[in-house]
């Protein structure tokens, strides 16, 4: 089945304490991003990659790094994470090409302490 | 960035149709239009996009005004499985990068 895996689903962790949430796609898109989900605000962009060792910052990329290195794998990593960084975090793919549609995952809940 | 603008909210009755506007006046010329909604508890999905003409789907119907500054999506008839929040998206490539930017759409209540 073609999907966007994400894991953790959930997540509590304390203020400082390194993390990864790993998302996966089985589609071999070139295309992936991650968002982050706060009520009121919609999704915002945070890192984006348009393929394997390319990436560049979306809207909101302070506190996050990403990294690309298979084509089928893009982690997001916050080194140290702090309560601002509380919310639903969504990774998406998409063939390469602003026409094709980004098919999403089902979200990682992350509460920072 | 070009940006989109919906209403925070919207009411439809059962089996009606239902139009959902957004506004995008700043788009540019390599701007495709995307529609997504996200149902409670889920990611979001795909509905339908656009360049220049209207679409048509299985799920839903995409009106693009002709200077392209608005666009329309068309639900033909509401069931109470399309309450969700609708995203219009504008998706395009500038230079070397390709953002994407959701606002905080449009939620679509439907009445049976």
């Known amino acids: 089945e073609a999907q966007v895996t994400q894991n953790p689903r959930y997540l509590i962790t304390v203020t400082g304490k390194k993390l990864t949430v790993t998302c996966s796609q089985n589609m071999n898109h070139e295309y992936m991003s991650w968002y982050r989900q706060d009520p009121g605000l919609g999704l915002r962009q945070i890192y984006y990659s348009m393929n394997v060792e390319v990436t560049d910052k979306g809207d909101v990329p302070e506190g996050y790094k990403v990294s690309r290195k298979e084509k089928r794998n893009f982690p997001l990593i916050l080194e140290s994470p702090s309560p601002n960084q509380t919310s639903l975090y969504f990774c998406?793919?998409?063939?390469?090409?602003?026409?094709?549609?980004?098919?999403f995952g089902p979200g990682t809940r992350l509460t920072v302490l | 960035d070009a940006k989109t603008t919906q209403p925070n909210s919207m009411e439809s009755n059962e089996e009606e149709p239902v139009h959902l506007p957004c506004n995008h006046s700043t788009i540019s010329g390599t701007d495709y239009i995307h529609w997504y909604r996200q149902l409670p508890s889920q990611g979001p999905e795909y509905v339908i996009h656009g360049l220049t003409s209207n679409v048509n789907n299985r799920m839903a119907s995409l009106a693009i005004a002709e200077d392209r500054k608005s666009s329309t999506l068309i639900l033909h008839r509401a069931t109470l499985r399309d309450a969700a929040v609708y995203y219009c998206?504008?998706?395009?490539?500038?230079?070397?990068?390709?953002?994407?930017?959701f606002g905080p759409g449009t939620s679509l209540s439907v009445i049976p």
């Open positions: 998206i504008l998706s395009g490539v500038k230079t070397s990068y390709d953002k994407v930017i």
């Open positions: 998406a793919s998409r063939l390469a090409g602003p026409y094709n549609e980004q098919f």
